[in-house]
């Protein structure tokens, strides 16, 4: 009895369309034709004599037989891709492609300080980044899209390793003129739950803000609606409240050109733990500590 492959093209057609749900979405993710994708998932499902995909002028839905196809999918594409690092990692350190994903609220900061150094020392390393929130970052490395990803803890994970790059301190921003005129140093019971602003919910940051202040009713209280901490920033600069931000959004700018200023928040948990994640037993580890210890430097 003949037992068909499947080859690797056509597992990244199936994961992509199962990401997608959709076939001209997954095709343009995959950089070939719907036509082809097509084609490619009908091979699959004819060699196999198996229908993993039901499709209808509306939607695309998977048999159980194919959600249980791509998990197994995506377990292979990723051993694969660690083959690659394998035969990759020999060679010069810290060279070649290494995609990485940065959430939000790091990228705008970190990143212009840290990649022209790179560039200068690591000629070689060709870095490709991809910003995107911590669920979906990590969904990346742990399906491969990713090599690692820049994040902040504490986060659910799942099983990585890790370097720290640094700890990132919180500061309460308010309008230079408030008439409260907070203290030089800022303690959590004096922030006014009803004027708090944070980033909505998808944003690690607003997590790691309110854990700083461990008061229970400000979550309950705060106005989640800013899609990003510049947007934060011009809300607290029009009189429309106060907010929390990160040391390394002051370091790289984040108030010039505003009337917002901002004092440190004191308190036990007043920071963010900015790290380096890769998945575990990645043959690649030493390399990714190696660009650990270059985003330090930065």
């Known amino acids: ?24 979405r997954a095709a343009d993710a995959c950089f070939v034709s719907q036509s082809t994708l097509s084609a490619g998932l009908r091979d ?4 196999l004599g198996v229908v993993l995909v039901e499709r209808t002028k509306r939607a695309v839905r998977f048999t ?7 998990e197994k999918a995506h377990r292979i594409l990723r051993e694969t891709e660690e083959l690659s690092e394998l035969v990759q990692s020999s060679g010069k350190p810290l060279s070649g492609e290494v995609r990485m994903s940065v959430i939000p609220t790091i990228a705008p900061f970190l990143l212009p300080r840290m990649l022209p150094r790179l560039r200068r020392e690591r000629p070689n390393l060709k870095l ?3 910003e995107e929130p911590s669920q979906a970052a990590m969904e990346s490395l742990h399906h491969g899209r990713a090599d690692c990803v820049l994040l902040a803890l504490p986060y659910a994970t799942g099983e990585v390793e890790k370097e720290t790059i640094e700890l990132d301190a919180f500061f309460v921003a308010f309008p230079r003129d408030d008439p409260r005129d907070p ?33 229970p009713e400000l979550r ?10 510049h947007t934060l920033v011009q809300m607290v600069d029009n009189g429309l409240g106060l907010t929390m931000l990160p040391e390394m959004a002051l370091d790289a ?7 917002v200023v901002a004092r440190p928040l004191i308190s036990p948990n007043a920071n963010r733990e900015i790290t380096l994640v890769w998945r575990k037993n990645s043959p690649r580890a030493e390399e990714f500590r190696m660009l650990a210890d270059e985003l330090r430097a930065g």
């Open 253 to 259: 700018g984040i108030l010039n050109g505003t009337n």
């Open 220 to 229: 309950a209280s705060a106005t989640m609606i800013g899609t990003s901490l």
């Open 44 to 47: 699959l499902e004819t060699l």
């Open 64 to 70: 159980p037989l194919g959600n249980a196809v791509v």
């Open 183 to 215: 203290p030089a140093e800022v303690s959590p019971d004096v922030i006014d739950e009803n004027r708090l602003l944070l980033l909505e919910d998808g944003h690690c940051l607003k997590d790691h803000a309110l854990a700083a202040c461990n008061r």
């Open 1 to 24: 009895m003949t037992v068909y492959q499947p080859t690797l093209k056509q597992l990244q057609y199936l994961v992509s369309l199962h990401e997608h749900g959709h076939f001209g």
């Open 128 to 130: 490709f980044l991809r």
